[in-house]
């Protein structure tokens, strides 16, 4: 079967009516049968009734916590979740055969040639992602869905369109297929049930996992996701109770779908074993998710003297609050009887060769080794010339399927003052706030473009990376922030302003087209506001962008 039974889904409450559902985005033949069946929009109504609510207190509860955080009180282990972590005898659901070995992975965009590429990279998992490297255009989230589809059915075929003697297409052994859905904080404009927008994650879910499960379950294989941006472990019992509910009224067994958490954001760091109880029965591990974890940390932090963090390139792995996030998640995991998942080395090979190119191969080698020796069961890639090397290093170094049955004893407990360890070295520099502005300006005009995962300076840029440093240009201005190799120059709105303006012009200079210089003209509109103003910092770069890609037929965002 393709879809989800019609027989699965008739018993939805009466208010999951048709008329419920809009699709407000244009939408191409292909792209209209793909949402029109009955049954799937019926889905899509009774979802959004069932959990919308809950989604909005989650949302504001964020709100409260973040504002708590900003008036002096740091993150720390809850007492009310402390019988959770005490209780020795849970574990999480077994892990099905298919998925034992995730010893590298790679993530990318949902474009019809990326999905064949990661499919066919030589890496055990890819990652289909809806979220942090695409850019949620309707056309790219949509033709997402059909790509995937095609994925899953075995007929995807991709003609480059310079020549069309060059075909892409699946070959016969590929990697297992993950797909992340975006975060519970984001709308999709383009549909709306009962005249409100529905929760993007809904709706990604719902249309994969309605084309594809059955599908997935008859290979034997499983629809197995990447949960991005959880904060709290209420919000993980919220996507538990998702799943459960989707299992039920498409038909599907209880634990048919599976999930690894990306541990992302600061507060998440402190509910790792609250995450996975709550995910248990649909469990499948923690992932560090490093670049989005940098970033919650300056982000939550931002209000303190006390964490005022270096040039991003000191905000390595081996920095005390990184080496306690990731000692803490391997010895979860494993006590808990599931994946703990490495981290992502953002390099591109350079083609080139020389020195540099074999330095930045060297620092991936020395950070997979690391990750390995740790006890994480797999790690990430964002480019398959990686995966070699990724796998050379876990082949050596770890000759079973995962390392989940070495349960290793903590030295010593780690400490809320230890997730929260700074690194004692590192500057603050002219340079570094440069590359940061560089950094935003250059990723937030692709991203406007429908482009979210960008290579700049040999490494793949996505919008973890462009929020890092986002938020540290706040957190230095907001504490005028004397820069190190610049006594004399001070952090402040018009030191911020030159640099913009001369990161733009030299974007200027290389902008070919009328749509990049468009772009970039919105771009510094949109920088210019949340880069000078040290009380303001949107929680999310993608957020304050989005409404500026909303399909022009009228669709309305709540942003």
């Known amino acids: 079967m393709n879809t989800a039974s019609a027989s699965a889904v008739r018993g939805l409450e009466p208010n999951s009516s048709l008329a419920e559902v809009r699709y407000l985005g244009t939408l191409t033949p292909e792209q209209a049968a793909l949402l029109s069946p009955p049954e799937l929009r019926r889905i899509l109504a009774f979802l959004h009734y069932e959990f919308e609510p809950r989604r909005?207190?989650?949302?504001?509860?964020?709100?409260?916590?973040?504002?708590?955080?900003?008036?002096?009180?740091?993150?720390?282990?809850?007492?009310?979740?402390?019988?959770?972590?005490?209780?020795?005898?849970?574990?999480?659901?077994?892990?099905?055969?298919?998925?034992?070995?995730?010893?590298?992975?790679?993530?990318?965009?949902?474009?019809?040639?990326?999905?064949?590429?990661?499919?066919?990279?030589?890496?055990?998992?890819?990652?289909?992602?809806?979220?942090?490297?695409?850019?949620?255009?309707?056309?790219?989230?949509?033709?997402?869905?059909?790509?995937?589809?095609?994925?899953?059915?075995?007929?995807?075929?991709?003609?480059?369109?310079?020549?069309?003697?060059?075909?892409?297409?699946?070959?016969?052994?590929?990697?297992?297929?993950?797909?992340?859905?975006?975060?519970?904080?984001?709308?999709?404009?383009?549909?709306?049930?009962?005249?409100?927008?529905?929760?993007?994650?809904?709706?990604?879910?719902?249309?994969?996992?309605?084309?594809?499960?059955?599908?997935?379950?008859?290979?034997?294989?499983?629809?197995?996701?990447?949960?991005?941006?959880?904060?709290?472990?209420?919000?993980?019992?919220?996507?538990?109770?998702?799943?459960?509910?989707?299992?039920?009224?498409?038909?599907?067994?209880?634990?048919?779908?599976?999930?690894?958490?990306?541990?992302?954001?600061?507060?998440?760091?402190?509910?790792?074993?609250?995450?996975?109880?709550?995910?248990?029965?649909?469990?499948?591990?923690?992932?560090?998710?490093?670049?989005?974890?940098?970033?919650?940390?300056?982000?939550?932090?931002?209000?303190?003297?006390?964490?005022?963090?270096?040039?991003?390139?000191?905000?390595?792995?081996?920095?005390?609050?990184?080496?306690?996030?990731?000692?803490?998640?391997?010895?979860?995991?494993?006590?808990?009887?599931?994946?703990?998942?490495?981290?992502?080395?953002?390099?591109?090979?350079?083609?080139?060769?020389?020195?540099?190119?074999?330095a930045a191969l060297e620092s991936v080698r020395a950070d997979k080794l690391r990750e390995v020796l740790a006890g994480h069961d797999g790690t990430w890639v964002a480019h398959p010339g990686l995966i070699p090397l990724a796998l050379k290093i876990f082949d050596q170094h770890m000759p079973t399927k995962n390392q989940i049955h070495d349960v290793r004893p903590l030295a010593v407990p780690i400490t809320a003052e230890d997730l929260l360890r700074l690194p004692s070295a590192g500057s603050s520099t002219l340079n570094g706030l440069r590359e940061n502005i560089f950094v935003v300006l250059e990723y937030t005009k692709a991203w406007l473009k429908g482009i979210g995962c960008i290579p700049l300076h040999n490494k793949m840029e996505d919008a973890a990376t462009a929020e890092i440093s986002r938020v540290q240009v706040h957190q230095w201005l907001r504490h005028e922030v004397k820069l190190d190799d610049q006594p004399e120059l001070v952090v402040t709105p018009s030191l911020i302003k030159v640099l913009l303006s001369e990161e733009v012009q030299k974007l200027r200079s290389r902008a070919t087209s009328y749509e990049d210089k468009r772009a970039l003209a919105l771009c510094r509109a949109i920088c210019e506001h949340f880069l000078l103003d040290k009380s303001y910092l949107p929680e999310f770069l993608t957020s304050v962008c989005y409404r500026y890609i909303v399909d022009t037929t009228g669709a309305l965002s709540r942003l």
């Open 56 to 358: 909005q207190g989650l949302l504001l509860e964020r709100s409260r916590k973040a504002l708590e955080i900003d008036g002096g009180v740091l993150p720390h282990f809850s007492p009310a979740t402390k019988s959770i972590r005490d209780d020795p005898e849970w574990r999480c659901a077994p892990i099905p055969t298919d998925i034992q070995d995730r010893r590298v992975e790679i993530t990318g965009p949902v474009d019809r040639k990326m999905v064949i590429n990661g499919l066919n990279s030589g890496a055990k998992v890819y990652m289909a992602d809806f979220e942090d490297s695409s850019s949620p255009t309707w056309e790219n989230m949509i033709n997402g869905q059909i790509n995937l589809r095609d994925a899953v059915r075995g007929t995807i075929v991709y003609t480059a369109p310079d020549n069309p003697k060059r075909i892409y297409q699946l070959k016969e052994k590929t990697a297992t297929l993950f797909v992340r859905p975006r975060g519970l904080h984001l709308d999709e404009a383009h549909v709306t049930v009962g005249g409100e927008p529905v929760a993007a994650g809904l709706f990604d879910l719902a249309v994969y996992l309605f084309y594809n499960a059955r599908n997935l379950v008859d290979l034997g294989r499983g629809p197995y996701l990447y949960i991005p941006k959880i904060e709290y472990h209420v919000e993980a019992r919220w996507w538990n109770d998702v799943f459960s509910c989707i299992e039920q009224i498409m038909g599907l067994p209880g634990r048919t779908i599976r999930a690894t958490a990306l541990i992302e954001t600061l507060t998440a760091a402190f509910e790792m074993e609250e995450i996975l109880y709550e995910l248990r029965e649909h469990s499948l591990g923690l992932n560090c998710g490093r670049w989005d974890y940098a970033f919650s940390y300056i982000k939550r932090l931002k209000a303190s003297p006390h964490y005022i963090t270096p040039d991003r390139k000191y905000l390595t792995m081996t920095s005390p609050f990184m080496q306690a996030y990731v000692t803490t998640l391997i010895h979860i995991c494993h006590k808990r009887g599931t994946f703990a998942m490495g981290g992502m080395a953002a390099q591109i090979p350079i083609r080139s060769g020389g020195n540099e190119a074999e």
